[in-house]
């Protein structure tokens, strides 16, 4: 669900209704040193470590997180994630293996075919795993999603994409959020999604056109100083300008693709989260593409140059803007809804016969 973990809520305020802030309240220092930990005991034991690693890091990342002065809590198990991993890494390793073994790629192909027919399923169990083990205020997340839904959601739309030269993929995207946010579950509580795939298409026709329009900018402003350049002379003073011009026009050009990246992020987050609601509650989001660009260039510049041990402050910096771009506009009483729900499930019981302690770990 655009992964709850890095979208959970958290309020100052108690209210019987209106909009509710969400808070972050993790800190770069404190993330740094599990991350740090984390890093050097999952090369230690040569990666088997980082099952308890991913563990460490969601229930920092959910204890950090906050609604109505309680936090979220994270219950997943490290053997069941380290299992969705091996599982993973046979599958890839396999894969790799059968090409190599058979030039006559009989053996690959079927491998590929078979990892095609099983990752569905997979994704599936781990979607329910990841939510189940997700509370707040003892109240446990859950995913009501079947396989057969799962299999149209994650092979035939996929399949159907790339059938059409990726002209579908607004609705595969679509379809994808759909099928995550409204089987989705807080309790007895459902999710539900009503963004259609003609506001996808628009996100994306938005974004691409920007991009394309930042390109159009760019070679036109720096393209025709290139061409003068090398068009004017042989000499060794020239040439050095116009590949210096050249370079820089590369430059450019990259770092514009760089910040196309927060552009689709907030319009499709906007998109998704402000068509999605919680029972009788409905989410709003107000990313700002400008301060999103901001905190991913000057994150990726302090990664750079610690040589990377920025990287911990610069997920913390990111995720905490997400977070507190998201809202919680209730209807009702909080603590009301909380309490009804907390009766639902008592009454109802969790209904988790079904779920595989299993995690892809995606």
């Known amino acids: 669900m655009d992964n709850f973990q890095n979208n959970d809520f958290s309020v100052s305020q108690q209210s019987s209704s209106g909009t509710l802030q969400l808070e972050f309240r993790g800190s770069g220092s404190e ?30 990342l959910y204890s950090s997180t906050h ?15 380290l299992k969705g991993r091996i599982v993973a890494f046979v599958f890839f390793f396999g894969y790799q293996l059968a090409f190599k073994l058979d030039p006559s790629m009989i053996l690959g ?4 075919l078979m990892m095609v027919v099983v990752m569905p399923w997979l994704v599936w169990k781990s979607l329910q795993f990841k939510l189940y083990n997700s509370s707040y205020r003892g109240i446990r997340f859950g995913f009501r999603g079947t396989a057969g839904q799962a299999y149209s959601t994650f092979l035939l739309w996929p399949l159907l994409t790339a059938f ?56 036109v402003g720096f393209g025709s100083t290139v061409l003068a350049l090398f068009a004017g002379g042989q000499g060794d003073k020239v040439n050095i300008a116009a590949m210096s011009s050249f370079g820089l026009f590369v ?4 770092m514009w693709m760089f910040a196309i990246y927060p552009i689709f992020l ?51 910096r990111s995720l905490r803007y997400r977070v507190e771009s998201l809202q919680l506009e209730v209807n009702g009483s909080l603590d009301d809804f909380i309490a009804e729900t907390q009766e639902q499930v008592n009454a109802t019981g969790e209904g988790m016969a079904d779920l595989l302690d299993f995690d892809l770990s995606l």
């Open 266 to 316: 907030t319009l499709l987050q906007n998109l998704i989260w402000n068509h999605t609601k919680l029972g009788d509650h409905q989410f709003r989001n107000n990313l700002q593409w400008g301060r999103m660009t901001f905190i991913a260039i000057t994150n990726i510049l302090g990664i750079v140059c610690t040589l990377g041990l920025f990287i911990p402050f610069a997920q913390i």
């Open 31 to 60: 993330y740094f040193r599990i991350w740090i930990v984390n890093l050097l005991l999952s090369i230690i034991t040569l990666g088997i470590y980082s099952a308890w690693a991913k563990v460490r890091r969601n229930r920092y």
């Open 109 to 112: 192909l079927s491998m590929m």
């Open 67 to 81: 609604l109505g002065g309680s936090s979220f809590e994270y219950h997943g198990n490290a053997i069941a994630i």
């Open 164 to 219: 059409t030269l990726y002209l579908l993929a607004p609705v595969f995207h679509q379809r994808l959020k759909r099928f995550q946010h409204n089987e989705s579950r807080f309790g007895s509580t459902h999710f539900s999604f009503n963004a259609g795939a003609g506001q996808f298409y628009w996100a994306y026709l938005v974004g691409i056109g920007i991009m394309l329009a930042g390109i159009i900018v760019i070679s």
């Open 251 to 254: 430059f450019v050009l990259y």
